[in-house]
């Protein structure tokens, strides 16, 4: 018989050990090796048996061990300092304290967190880089309030057919049995909130909390009793569902993630926000909410837009069309129109918010996530610098007239948390022998002192964990596969704690091309087998439960890698997880990334190796591309201009072959007298000094709060000043500019002083007539354009300058003049464009209005002497 509702008990503490409640509801203790130390000695065999998880410990230790921890002075002793080290980390001020009008709060939304293993509310690296985000915001002192969705069943576990079959397992989860606190009123009734439907019914949800340090996040639980069935499902996985659901996923997301935060904000006193950060389109509708609130306390729609834009971030993930949420126009218009309308929200301006600029007003008609995300934020940007090339193509429709380069869309590449994924020993090794390095993050050409026995020493230990827990694993899986015992004695000796490891893990869609190693059977088997210089391969991934293809490739790892004569040589972990990814990242000596170039935005698991002394063997894609520097690791050769795609497979393989067996493993194997791989081990240390610093999320959180929270909250404050003044002025002078644009043309340019011959080092004067029809000078910029020319003319990466206004006529014709510098020798070009011009912008390219000459004026395709 199966029991009709699940819940947790919890233990009641003793009085003397109500610190202990403190240390576990704060999930601090996920990156905090001490707390963990505290929590095992509670009960070492029953921490053990849960896993590391502390909310289970304390369901499962017996009473009497809890009275006798009570009486035992030297546990309490450990117990009230840990305790008064955690109350210090929550309230010492700390790096973003230091700083001048930064935001007093941020709103970041993410659809998945990667927390810890035993918060499993994530499904990749989305949710992986989202609870680094949060945590490194811990760390600095950075005040931001996290908004998601608490999934009753989070993605899902994985487990093996014999067959090599991914199968899908979605177990319940008790959020009494989780380190979350249900937000409540005063009267002590949870704190609740409502978005209407259409039809008249309504989607409520109450609000969990989870303190990730100093870090409030809020997850939204749509499993009330006010909710019919279809509703209280909302919350029930993560990324599940059709369209339909997701939608009601992503509205409770972003309108009830707003309304909860308000709700946060009124109970508990915290600052409200001043910046929202939309972490990939899922949020998006978070704007419109906020517009809501705007327009009802009487701004119109456009200028609750400008208001709003000014203190929006978005970061977008993806470079893959296909991860982009897009639902049906009518969809959207039954969820924003008719009887579920708001009244000062119409929801024609909704629909043009997600319109794609290519899309026509046919059936067809879609609504596009990230589109309605960057045109509600003022700030845009990817996660490397390629995403960022990579995501102006994409989204360029959305500036016409621009160049690619001008698309304002930047980047601030990701980073990972060090705490979390480096292994305990190596972050021993460094507070011992370089201390700025863990306390200040500074300090790392220090690494070059290293000894390299120390280095080697701590690379062997965490290779041997991790073929340690993977044989464990290993065994697991096969016998739930089917397997006795008897069968599976091979087992204690797959992998070996001396022998090269290579690890790969990741989602498996196919471009991040799982099997690209099984390319060619052979060749893999022979370098698996080498007599001499022998690889290993460890492999974890999961593929989304509706990705058949993505279960296929899954299935082929498997059928190779259960093969008797390689099958100590080539593992698959099931059920990739934070504890997998850890003892992987941690464990292996080189990380493998072969995704097809450019679809990985950025690919953080290397990082997360290489603060571990492993090195990186990758395409250049994501942040590899702008860190590889020929000595940190390995570039495998892409073939970017080959069509055919297994052609391309075929060349890449070839080259990750001949990598890995001309240089990867000769270098590993090369050893000096003492046994020690110093080539290699320069390798590491070069790996640790120069990529330290910049992969640490700590950077990240940095760059984000410098270069995108300072300056929105900065627009922000100004547009809501005085009662929303210059909000009001600056949708008035949007809305002028933008009717008045068609009249705006370049008339005539006319150069002078360069002669026949133009030669380096002169100076072009060029002078604009511009018609400005019912604009004046102020509204806009006049800009010289000049640089390389291609073969058709094009300017590629041209500089600008900025023209002066000399006369203006009654008809609305001004005269613009500058100097152009001949600044290199070649083919030169220029031009000349007028753009829009508001102090308020944040680009030239906020409006998408340009006006450049109809034929190109005064060309010059002269080289320069």
């Not at 809020?218 to 209280?232: C, M, Y």
């Not at 200028?303 to 959207?332: K, Q, S």
């Not at 000096?672 to 120069?690: C, F, I, N, Q, Y």
Request: glycine share 10%; net charge negative.
């Amino acid at each position: 018989m199966r029991a009709i509702r699940r819940f947790t008990v919890r233990t009641v503490l003793p009085a003397e050990l109500a610190p202990l409640g403190e240390l576990v509801q704060n999930l601090r203790w996920s990156w905090h090796p001490e707390t963990m130390d505290l929590f095992a000695e509670v009960d070492p065999e029953v921490w053990e048996r849960v896993e590391h998880d502390p909310v289970a410990l304390l369901g499962a230790v017996s009473a009497e061990r809890l009275r006798a921890l009570a009486q035992d002075r030297r546990f309490l002793r450990r117990l009230a300092d840990a305790a008064d080290d955690l109350r210090e980390y929550m309230t010492a001020p700390r790096w973003y304290q230091t700083l001048e009008d930064a935001p007093a709060a941020v709103g970041y939304f993410s659809p998945e967190y990667g927390i810890a293993a035993a918060l499993p509310q994530y499904s990749g690296g989305l949710g992986i880089l989202a609870g680094d985000h949060l945590k490194a915001a811990s760390d600095l002192g950075v005040p931001i309030l996290g908004v998601g969705l608490l999934y009753r069943h989070g993605y899902f576990t994985q487990s093996l057919s014999p067959e090599g079959w991914q199968q899908e397992h979605y177990p319940s989860l008790d959020p009494g049995g989780l380190p979350l606190t249900l937000l409540k009123e005063e009267d002590g009734s949870p704190a609740r909130i409502r978005i209407s439907l259409p039809g008249g019914t309504g989607l409520h949800a109450q609000i969990w909390v989870a303190q990730v340090g100093r870090i409030p996040l809020l997850l939204l639980d749509s499993d009330v009793a006010d909710n019919d069935t279809t509703a209280r499902d909302v919350t029930d996985r993560l990324y599940g569902g059709g369209g339909d659901h997701r939608l009601l996923q992503e509205l409770l997301l972003g309108i009830g993630g707003v309304r909860a935060i308000r709700a946060y904000c009124r109970i508990t006193g915290h600052p409200e926000p001043q910046v929202f950060h939309t972490n990939e389109g899922h949020a998006g509708f978070l704007g419109l909410e906020r517009i809501r609130e705007l327009t009802e306390a009487r701004l119109s729609f456009d200028e609750a837009l400008e208001a709003v834009r000014a203190g929006t971030v978005f970061t977008t993930h993806t470079p893959v069309p296909a991860g982009i949420d897009r639902f049906p126009a009518d969809m959207i218009a039954r969820q924003f129109g008719g009887d579920n309308a708001w009244p000062t929200v119409p929801v024609d301006r909704v629909l043009a918010l997600g319109a794609e600029p290519d899309s026509g007003d046919g059936e067809k008609a879609v609504f596009n996530m990230a589109v309605m995300g960057m045109r509600l934020a003022q700030r845009v940007n990817g996660v490397s610098v390629l995403h960022g090339e990579v995501s102006r193509g994409m989204f360029q429709g959305l500036w016409p007239g621009f160049d690619l380069s001008e698309i304002p869309i930047g980047s601030i590449t990701n980073g990972v948390h060090a705490p979390t994924w480096v292994g305990r020993e190596v972050m021993e090794l460094a507070g011992r022998e370089l201390p700025t390095i863990v306390e200040r993050a500074q300090g790392w050409e220090g690494v070059q002192k290293l000894s390299d026995g120390d280095l080697w020493t701590i690379r062997g230990q965490l290779r041997a964990n991790l073929v340690t827990e993977a044989r464990k694993r290993l065994r697991r899986s096969w016998r739930q596969r089917g397997a006795s015992d008897a069968e599976l004695t091979w087992t204690d000796e797959a992998l070996s704690p001396d022998v090269l490891t290579i690890g790969f893990a990741r989602r498996v869609p196919s471009y991040k091309r799982l099997t690209l190693m099984l390319r060619d059977p052979e060749r893999l088997r022979g370098l698996l087998l080498d007599p001499v210089k022998p690889v290993q391969i460890v492999i974890a991934g999961k593929a989304h439960p509706a990705d058949e293809g993505g279960k296929k490739l899954i299935q082929q790892i498997i059928k190779f890698a259960d093969m008797e004569d390689v099958r100590h040589r080539i593992v698959f972990l099931p059920d990739y997880d934070m504890t997998v990814g850890q003892l992987l990242v941690q464990g292996c000596d080189v990380w493998m990334n072969n995704p097809l170039r450019p679809l990985e935005a950025c690919g953080t698991s290397g990082m997360k190796a290489a603060l571990n002394g492993g090195l990186n063997l990758s395409i250049r894609d994501g942040w590899w591309d702008e860190w590889f520097d020929g000595n940190n690791g390995w570039a495998i050769p892409t073939a970017d201009g080959v069509s055919d795609p297994e052609r391309r497979d075929e060349l890449e393989a070839s080259a990750l072959y001949d990598l890995i067996e001309r240089e990867v493993a000769d270098r590993f194997y090369d050893r000096a007298a003492d046994g020690l791989p110093r080539r290699w081990l320069e390798m590491v240390k070069h790996t640790l000094s120069s990529l330290g610093p910049k992969v640490l999320a700590g950077r990240m959180l940095r760059d984000y709060v410098v270069e995108l929270y300072s300056p929105a909250a900065g627009a922000a404050k100004a547009l809501s000043g005085d009662g929303y003044a210059q909000a009001k002025a600056f949708a008035a002078w949007k809305l002028r500019v933008s009717q008045a644009w068609p009249a705006v043309r370049v008339e005539h340019v006319e150069t002078a002083g360069i002669g026949d011959t133009p030669e380096l080092g002169a100076a072009m004067e060029v002078n604009a007539t511009i018609a400005l029809g019912e604009l004046s000078p102020d509204d806009v910029e006049v800009q010289a354009a000049y640089g390389r020319v291609g073969q058709h003319d094009e300017l590629i990466e041209p500089n600008h300058v900025k023209l002066t206004v000399g006369s203006l006529d009654d008809d609305g014709h001004a005269t613009f003049t500058g100097v152009i510098p001949l600044d290199r020798t070649g083919a030169f070009g220029y031009s000349v464009r007028v753009v829009p011009f508001h102090p308020l912008m944040a680009s030239p390219a906020e409006l998408g209005l340009i006006a450049v000459p109809e034929e190109p004026a005064g060309m010059t395709n002269g080289t320069l002497r």
